[in-house]
């Protein structure tokens, strides 16, 4: 596969991961980065001017990615935070209504 190609497969790939980001599908999105890595690391410093495009659109794409993803996890983190307040009250509920 030249860098061409390679690039091309790896914006493939970022579009991949972006979908499933957007499913919140963030195993498959893991997966996928997994997959992507050795890929992205082969390729060369030397890339003609469209090559260096798309993997400017590669880069605003995973910085988007990473945006979201930090987002995501922050409501997760409120959401477990307000999970576990709920399951002490109702803990404290129950031990007072055995008294």
Same mark, same amino acid.
């Given at each position: ?8 497969? =790896?914006? @493939?790939?970022?579009? #991949?991961? !972006?979908? $499933? %980001? ?7 999105? /893991? ?8 890929? =992205?690391? @082969?390729?060369?410093? #030397?890339? !003609?001017? $469209? %090559? ?7 880069? /605003? ?28 009250? /109702? ?9």
């Amino acid at each position: 596969m030249n860098q061409t190609e390679l690039i091309e497969r =790896l914006l @493939s790939m970022t579009r #991949e991961i !972006e979908h $499933a %980001a957007s499913l919140a599908d963030w195993p498959e999105a /893991a997966r996928l980065t997994e997959a992507r890595s050795p890929l =992205l690391m @082969s390729l060369s410093a #030397e890339q !003609e001017p $469209a %090559a260096l495009d798309m993997i400017r659109r590669i880069q /605003a794409i995973d910085a988007a990615l990473l945006a979201d993803a930090e987002t995501t996890q922050n409501e997760l983190h409120t959401e477990f935070e307000a999970a576990m307040g709920r399951t002490k009250a /109702a803990g404290e509920y129950q031990r007072i209504a055995r008294l």
